[in-house]
């Protein structure tokens, strides 16, 4: 069989979002699961799930729309970066808390999380954001 007919819709998907947005999109979307599922894992579920939602929802939205996608993924890397560091400086005062990071678990899709927001942002102060 020819490998362009296997690709099927999921190249065509994937053809769809510009090559800087990529990786830093599909990295935001992985690690996202893994912060919701391990340092806000004790938020209630009426609040979890529509965050969660959400986040995803810009994520995706800023990874397609042509115009307003690299404004959209600029603001959800400026707001995860500011996130970090409360969740950082939570986890530190308050240890005997489950909301933040405490292990190597809850760290480690934060620290994923922040290095697809950092490619992003380094494309931006390249210029290579489009």
Not at 30 to 59: D, E, H, K, N, Q
Not at 61 to 72: D, F, I, N, S
Request: one cysteine or more; a positive charge.
């Amino acid at each position: 069989m020819n490998a362009s007919a296997d690709s099927g819709r999921g190249a065509h998907l994937l053809a769809a979002i510009p090559a800087p947005r990529r990786l830093p999109c599909a990295l935001a979307l992985v690690a996202g699961i893994g912060v919701f599922a391990t340092s806000l894992r004790s938020l209630p579920t009426a609040a979890l799930v529509p965050l969660a939602c959400g986040w995803f929802g810009v994520v995706a939205a800023g990874a397609v729309l042509p115009r307003r996608g690299p404004l959209l993924l600029t603001v959800l890397a400026s707001i995860t970066k500011a996130a970090t560091v409360a969740l950082a400086v939570w986890a530190v005062t308050h240890p005997d808390s489950h909301l933040g990071p405490h292990t190597a678990l809850d760290w480690v899709p934060l620290g994923s999380l922040n290095a697809g927001t950092g490619l992003w942002l380094l494309a931006v102060i390249r210029g290579r954001a489009r």
